[in-house]
């Protein structure tokens, strides 16, 4: 199975202020037809997860422009340009090109 | 919007079936996928199914005791879960595959095995 990894887990953040969440895979996640499917799902306290980037880079519908994510092979990046308030919970990043899915540890990202 | 239901409590060996009541959408255009979350832990990919039902994928964790379906003419998603263990304790949720898994999630339904 392809393990992904998350850093950090945890991640103070002051308001305000940038945050990035890294996601690595232990293999390439191209498939044949050149996309990568690695998405990004946040979790608040309480809620169901919620997805806000799929395939690498692209936000999903109503998901605020401070939230990006970057990357390619095995190397992935989720960034909030300005962290808010409404942003603290558990981000995940999942990887779909290989069955089984599977999902990073998550990162907990909290106000300082 | 996706709705689970069927969850509960259930000695270890026993089974249970999870629904998942789609709308606002047509259902059957969409595969969907399981996903479990154990007590303070993080989530875990369960199981797929295609649109048309034909195609199923499933964790190892879960391969053989688990069965996933669908019922498109009923916009239903099912998990028949069998052989059940203390580790399969989490709440399961629903979620619908647009260009990846999990544009859409329901509330969850919660399990827990034990005696």
């Known amino acids: 199975d392809v393990v992904m990894t998350q850093s950090p887990l945890s991640l103070p953040v002051t308001l305000g202020q940038p945050a990035s969440i890294s996601c690595r895979s232990s293999?390439?996640?191209?498939?044949?037809?050149?996309?990568?499917?690695l998405h990004w799902l946040q979790q608040r306290p309480g809620q169901s997860p919620r997805r806000l980037i799929y395939?690498?880079?692209n936000r999903d519908s109503g998901v605020p422009d401070r939230f990006s994510g970057s990357g390619s092979g095995t190397d992935f990046t989720l960034k909030i340009s300005r962290v808010e308030a409404e942003d603290v919970g558990v981000y995940y990043c999942?990887?779909?090109?290989?069955?089984?899915?599977?999902f990073g540890q998550g990162t907990k990202v909290e106000i300082k | 919007q996706l709705v689970e239901s069927g969850g509960g409590l259930v000695q270890p060996g026993g089974s249970l079936r999870l629904s998942c009541a789609a709308s606002?959408?047509?259902?059957?255009?969409?595969?969907m996928h399981w996903v479990r979350q154990p007590p303070g832990k993080g989530l875990v990919w369960v199981s797929l199914i295609s649109s048309d039902g034909t195609t199923t994928s499933y964790a190892d964790s879960v391969k053989g005791r688990f069965t996933i379906s669908r019922d498109n003419a009923k916009n239903t998603l099912y998990l028949q879960m069998n052989s059940l263990r203390a580790e399969d304790t989490a709440m399961y949720y629903c979620?619908?595959?647009?260009?990846?898994?999990?544009?859409?999630w329901g509330p969850g339904t919660t399990v827990i095995v034990s005696s």
């Open positions: 293999r390439s996640l191209v498939n044949s037809d050149g996309d990568s499917y």
């Open positions: 606002g959408f047509t259902f059957s255009n969409y595969w």
């Open positions: 999942i990887q779909g090109t290989y069955w089984p899915q599977t």
């Open positions: 395939r690498v880079s």
């Open positions: 979620a619908r595959d647009l260009a990846g898994l999990g544009d859409v």
